[in-house]
Each structure stands twice: as structure tokens, then as C-alpha cells.
């Protein structure tokens, strides 16, 4: 009886030790290789935020580019008209 | 069996505390997990950068496309004018000359637009020397000098105004015969009254509270002098009348 039990606790100790012994945690080299992950991703997340406002922006002065083209255009022909007149 | 039994408590001991560290800790399933979401991440952000990048510069190009064009367009805009750049350059002159000039005498009190109502006049030339210049067709110059006008008129109406209220009259001090000549005909000659003698009705009429014979005026009288304008139809029939009783 209590060769058994002394076996059985001896058994249950060794198990516990095993387990925490043996279970696997990142490495440091691990946990910043993830760390710089992050940062690449944040950083490229700030990125396309200014591609997307400079691209905004060029839109806009694209149309705005586009709108003083046409009234340039009307203005020959309002010109050519004054001219023939004075 | 007592030897065991602590064994066997400090086993438990060394697993609890084993435990509390790997709660603190990633491990190594979860860090592969994070890896994996992270990666993935990077790796649209790489495509969606790849994309932005091209449209961005396509823009920018199209943009640089649109400016050269939008030049090109001013140029013969210009070109239709037949002006150079150096008449550009003082016709934009002569447009900020007016704006300044009208900015300046707005600001003026009614009596001291009075006094300088030459200069309105003076930029009623230049304006319709500007309206001359071919650019002046130009959309731009055009609006901008029919603001001007507009700006001027306004002006004017002041003046008109101001002076049928009786307040933009002149006055005159009458000399003597003697050593001014002062008579209606030779004040209203006078360069700085009206310059025309014929006009010497105006100066009769606005005062026939105190000339009663157009031909007597006393020396000290103050006179009125009514702004420079062609004689009214009461005044040619004060004229007729003095005329009559010669």
C-alpha cells in the first residue's frame, strides 16, 4: 500500500514536471521578429494613408485643372467674338 | 513516506508557478497564429501600396499634363490679343492703378470726394482708355474692369447726389472792380469756376437771394458756385430775363 502510493505520487510529480517543463513558449529572436512584423505593418498602414490623400488630392486638382481648361476654351471663343467687335 | 509526500508538494508548487509564467509568456502556437494574421496583413498592404503607387504617379503625370495644356490655352488666349507679355504686364498695372485709385477714393467723406472730383474723372479715362485695349476682351480683364465701372458709377452717383443737395456748391469771395475785375461774367470766365463766361447764369440764379441786378455785385459777398453742368432751363430764363430788362 504504500509502496503504491509513494509510486503514484512519484508518478503524478513527474507529470506535473513534464508538462511544465515541456511546454513551448516563443523565443525572444520569436517575439521580435513579431514585434517588427507590427511595426512594418503599421508603417505601411501610414503609407497608403498618405498615397490615398495625395491621390484625393490630385483628383481634385485634376478636375479642378479640367474645369479651367474648358472655361479657357469658352473664353477663346468669347474673345474672338469681343475682338471682331472692337 | 513524509519525504515523499514534500516531494510531492513541491512538485505542485514548481507546476503552479510554471503555469503563472506561461500565462504571461506567448506560446509558441499562439505567436505562429500571430505571425500568420500579421503577415498576411503586410501582405495585402504590400498589394494595395503596389496599386496606390502606380495610380498616384499616373495621376501626378495627368495632372502635369493638365497644367502644360491649361498654359498652352492662356498663351493663345493672349496670342488672339496680339499682346506680348510686357502688355500684359501693364495693362495689369493700369487695372491695379484703378482698383487702388477707386479703393482710395471710396474710403474718402463726401465732402473730400467733393474736393477731388477730378480724379474721378481722371479714372473714367483711364477706364475707357483700358476698355480700348484689346485684352480688355479677355473675360478675366473684362469683368474685372466692368467692376470697376460699376465701382466708379457708384462714385459718381455720390457726387451727383452730393451736389444737388446744394453742400458740393464752391463759394466765391467777390473782389473789387477796381483790382479783380469781379463781375458774374469774368467769375464764371475764371479758370478755376467754370472757365466759361457763358455760364455766368448759374452763379446769378444759385444767389438771387443776394443779387437782385445781375450787373451789381458787392465786394466781401459770398457767392455760390454751383458744380460745372450746362445751364438748367431756369437759369437761361433768368439769362432771358436780365437780358430783357437791359
Redesign the interface.
Known amino acids: 500500500m504504500k509502496k503504491s502510493m509513494t509510486l503514484m505520487i512519484g508518478a503524478v510529480c513527474m507529470t506535473g514536471l513534464l508538462l511544465a517543463g515541456c511546454s513551448s513558449n516563443a523565443t525572444e529572436e520569436e517575439l521580435r521578429q513579431l514585434e517588427e512584423l507590427k511595426a512594418e505593418v503599421a508603417s505601411m498602414e501610414k503609407e497608403v494613408q498618405n498615397l490615398e490623400s495625395e491621390k484625393a488630392r490630385l483628383q481634385t486638382s485634376i478636375a479642378d485643372k479640367d474645369a479651367q481648361l474648358k472655361k479657357c476654351e469658352d473664353d477663346k471663343k468669347v474673345v474672338e467674338q469681343r475682338l471682331k467687335g472692337m | 513516506?513524509k519525504t515523499?509526500?514534500k516531494?510531492?508538494f513541491v512538485?505542485?508548487l514548481?507546476?503552479l508557478l510554471?503555469?503563472g509564467v506561461?500565462a504571461q509568456?506567448?506560446?509558441?502556437e499562439?505567436?505562429q497564429k500571430?505571425?500568420n494574421e500579421?503577415?498576411a496583413?503586410?501582405n495585402d498592404?504590400?498589394g494595395?501600396?503596389t496599386a496606390?503607387?502606380g495610380?498616384?504617379e499616373n495621376?501626378?503625370n495627368?495632372?502635369a499634363e493638365?497644367?502644360a495644356?491649361?498654359r498652352k490655352?492662356?498663351e493663345?488666349?493672349i496670342a488672339?490679343?496680339g499682346a506680348s507679355a510686357a502688355d500684359v504686364s501693364a495693362f495689369e498695372a493700369t487695372l491695379q492703378k484703378i482698383d487702388d485709385k477707386l479703393n482710395e477714393l471710396s474710403r474718402l467723406s463726401n465732402e473730400d470726394l467733393w474736393n477731388r472730383r477730378a480724379e474721378v474723372d481722371e479714372v473714367q479715362k483711364w477706364i475707357t482708355d483700358a476698355k480700348?485695349n484689346?485684352l480688355s476682351?479677355?473675360?478675366?480683364y473684362?469683368d474685372r474692369l466692368a467692376d470697376q465701372q460699376k465701382r466708379l458709377d457708384a462714385l459718381k452717383a455720390t457726387l451727383k447726389q452730393y451736389a444737388e443737395s446744394g453742400m458740393g456748391m464752391m463759394t466765391y469771395t467777390v473782389g473789387t472792380w477796381a483790382k479783380d475785375r469781379d463781375c458774374l461774367w469774368n467769375i464764371a470766365k475764371k479758370k478755376r469756376i467754370y472757365d466759361n463766361a457763358f455760364l455766368w447764369p448759374k452763379i446769378y440764379q444759385a444767389n438771387r437771394n443776394l443779387i437782385k441786378n445781375a450787373d451789381i455785385i458787392e465786394p466781401g459777398w459770398v457767392l455760390k458756385v454751383p458744380p460745372k453742368a450746362p445751364l438748367t432751363s431756369e437759369e437761361r430764363s433768368a439769362e432771358r430775363a436780365y437780358w430783357r430788362n437791359k
Not at chain 2, 509568456?25 to 509558441?28: L, N, R, T
Request: glycine fraction near 4%; charge should be positive.
Open positions: 513516506m515523499i509526500v516531494i510531492g512538485s505542485l514548481a507546476m510554471s503555469a506561461y509568456e506567448v506560446g509558441k499562439e505567436w500571430q505571425m500579421w503577415t496583413k503586410r498592404l504590400q494595395k501600396l496606390l503607387r495610380e498616384v495621376l501626378k495627368q495632372e493638365k497644367i495644356a491649361l490655352c492662356e493663345e488666349l488672339m490679343t480700348k484689346k476682351a479677355i473675360p478675366r473684362y
